[in-house]
């Protein structure tokens, strides 16, 4: 059976993707960023995924508001960065997809109620791409397969941290049931507090990433209880990326230790956040944690 | 009978919030037609057409006066105002030279060093 060893979550600022494509990771600006991958480094060596299963949010890329899923899965061979209008160069290899896991996880997923779109073609934007350029830097291709897991901050009404956690449980399970004996390993891109836009820009709230980076592993039950219009006011409108941390956390079991964070203000107009969570227990799920009664 | 709003819907635009906007159904349906503009320039052809007759380009994609007027300006906040989601100005941004700091800095105000040192301080 499918094991999920851990999660990831990290920032994706396009700016993180100008840098790599520069080779600026040890200039003094970037470099308290940088660093701060190198123990990820050491714990994606140690545990060697086959697949990341990525929740990220689409930019304007894919997704345009004449069709907007609130939850999309990837089912393609392939997924490619393209061209996003302003200029990371396109110096990304093809993600390599699952396809049998991505179609486990729509059926399972469907079968729980989350009725999610299916993409048989998607582009993936800097959400997916730089963060995968920072796990595994310098790669000619890729040595993990991806599913894709799009959830919408474009244009509200979005999904509850709530839903989102839920919608994490749910892909917990479904990895879990995949009769293939495959290591997965979780991804949440975005964050950590921002606002690009309005006369409150360049708002950010140190506070309060602090506090969502301990709740994360401690008590994510905790999270789930900001409404959407809580989380723009306390981490600004695309602090609410925040979602996605919360969607990767409700795949673990419930018993999860961080192995190795970090945080640093600025990157660009954010604050950049990075945490590994080891998956302690495999197989059984916690429900006591509260993963399942938010 | 008056147009009832619904409770969800985000506010008519003088009560809205500017400070921290709400990209949701009232500014989502006023923005179409600019946000659609905004997507089409995640192709070089396009950004280059934009580039060389700004009018035809918009008019094209039958921006409103006001909408227009924005652009023409190149002002965030009157964009934001007609409707515009910042993940789409910002593929508009970008061929107009300006980053994140530049349109963070037009927002507030500020000049483009005091808002680099403001995000800095928020580390403090």
Not at chain 2, 9 to 18: H, L, S, Y
Not at chain 2, 44 to 57: G, K
């Amino acid at each position: 059976m499918a094991r999920i060893v851990g999660a990831i979550t990290t920032s994706h600022v396009p700016a993180i993707g100008n840098a790599i494509a520069r080779g600026l990771q040890r200039d003094a600006y970037w470099k308290p960023f940088f660093d701060g991958f190198a123990g990820v480094h050491r714990w994606l060596e140690e545990m060697r995924p086959d697949v990341a299963v990525i929740f990220y949010n689409d930019h304007g890329l894919n997704f345009f508001l004449d069709k907007m899923p609130t939850f999309a899965v990837g089912a393609a061979d392939e997924y490619r960065y393209a061209d996003e209008g302003w200029g990371i160069p396109a110096m990304f290899a093809p993600f390599p997809g699952q396809t049998r896991l991505s179609w486990h996880l729509i059926e399972s997923l469907v079968r729980d109620e989350f009725d999610v779109t299916t993409c048989q073609e998607m582009q993936v934007d800097h959400a997916f791409a730089v963060p995968m350029a920072l796990l595994w830097p310098g790669t000619a291709s890729w040595p993990v397969k991806t599913v894709p897991i799009a959830i919408n901050t474009v244009q509200h009404p979005l999904p509850s941290a709530a839903r989102c956690f839920k919608l994490g449980c749910a892909v917990g399970r479904a990895i879990e049931s995949f009769p293939q004996d495959l290591n997965v390993v979780v991804l949440g891109t975005g964050g950590l507090s921002h606002q690009l836009e309005g006369t409150r820009a360049g708002f950010i709230n140190k506070e309060f990433d602090l506090m969502c980076m301990d709740k994360l592993v401690s008590d994510p039950a905790a999270l789930t209880r900001y409404s959407n219009a809580q989380l723009v006011e306390l981490a600004g409108s695309q602090g609410v990326e925040l979602l996605m941390w919360v969607a990767a956390r409700g795949a673990l079991t419930g018993r999860v230790s961080s192995v190795h964070s970090n945080y640093h203000i600025p990157i660009s107009n954010t604050a950049a956040g990075l945490m590994v969570m080891e998956n302690q227990s495999s197989g059984v799920r916690s429900r006591a944690a509260g993963a399942e009664t938010v | 009978m008056p147009f009832a709003r619904e409770s969800w819907q985000i506010g008519p635009m003088e009560t809205n919030d500017w400070a921290t906007p709400t990209f949701g159904a009232d500014l989502a349906q006023r923005g179409y037609a600019l946000n659609k503009m905004c997507y089409s320039f995640n192709h070089a052809e396009n950004r280059a057409a934009f580039v060389h007759d700004e009018d035809a380009y918009c008019a094209r994609f039958g921006l409103t006066e006001t909408q227009r007027l924005a652009v023409k300006h190149r002002n965030v906040i009157e964009m934001l105002q007609a409707g515009g989601n910042v993940y789409y100005l910002a593929k508009l941004a970008g061929i107009l030279g300006l980053n994140v700091q530049d349109i963070g800095a037009q927002q507030t105000g500020m000049s483009v060093e005091a808002f680099k040192s403001k995000l800095v301080s928020a580390g403090k």
